[in-house]
């Protein structure tokens, strides 16, 4: 069977280039389940030295996207769809307990810059709403929306830093189902034909705020288990 042809890096940024050329390649089908790979080969295919190919590829045997087949030899993952629900269901318990131990261990401070990073968003998601109101769906919010969306992803991240355990953290990360740039994409494709799902999904973040702010750990916990669970399984969806 003939190899598909990837499309080629520009000269900036190679590594994180090969990263995003070879995560669209995967979600695309040209790079298939279960297909061995090597750094020298995919170097010839997308135009670039092995170098930035294995920084890429290190990244994503790191996000269990690639495996190891042997001490010299990758291949992509093949993850069943039983597998992919359990890692899921992993990164929900362990999201849960970080919340948990987040509104026990939170700092005033850490808690301040919470309330900061909701505020920011808070502006974006009113100014995609004005927009949307406006021009209706074809209003051009991607560039808004992927702002949001990093300003959430901050908002998880400091989470975990206010639980002040590394290991949990490490554990966490490596617990990952599905990489930032996957949750990106699905936000950006799918937020315009499900805005109230958004919306709602986007509210949870103040309820459970408001859960640390007021240290309640059960109340804490079971809203972030909520809320990554129902994210997660619409990732896996789709």
Do not use: W
Request: charged fraction near 30%; charge should be negative.
């Amino acid at each position: 069977m003939s190899k598909g042809v990837l499309n080629p890096v520009d000269t900036t940024s190679l590594a994180d280039q090969a990263y995003r050329r070879l995560r669209e390649a995967i979600a695309e089908g040209t790079l298939r389940p279960g297909e061995k790979i090597t750094e020298r080969d995919l170097a010839a295919r997308l135009g670039v030295s092995p170098t930035p190919v294995r920084e890429a590829l290190r990244q994503l045997v790191h996000e269990k996207v690639v495996e190891r087949a042997g001490p010299r030899s990758l291949r992509i993952a093949d993850h069943s769809p039983a597998a992919r629900l359990e890692i899921v269901e992993a990164e929900v318990r362990l999201s849960a307990l970080m919340a948990r131990l987040a509104a026990r261990n939170a700092t005033a401070i850490q808690l301040a810059a919470l309330v900061g990073i909701l505020t920011q968003a808070d502006d974006l998601v009113a100014s995609i709403e004005e927009s949307v109101a406006e021009h209706g769906p074809e209003a051009d919010v991607a560039e808004r929306l992927a702002s949001v969306f990093h300003l959430v992803r901050l908002f998880h991240r400091q989470v975990e830093e206010c639980v002040g355990n590394p290991v949990l953290e490490g554990l966490l990360n490596q617990a990952r189902a599905f990489s930032d740039e996957e949750r990106l994409d699905l936000t950006i494709r799918l937020a315009p034909e499900r805005a109230a799902d958004f919306r709602g999904r986007y509210h949870e973040h103040h309820e459970l705020l408001d859960a640390l702010l007021e240290r309640d750990e059960v109340r804490a916990e079971e809203l972030a288990a909520h809320h990554h669970r129902a994210a997660l399984i619409q990732l896996s969806s789709n």
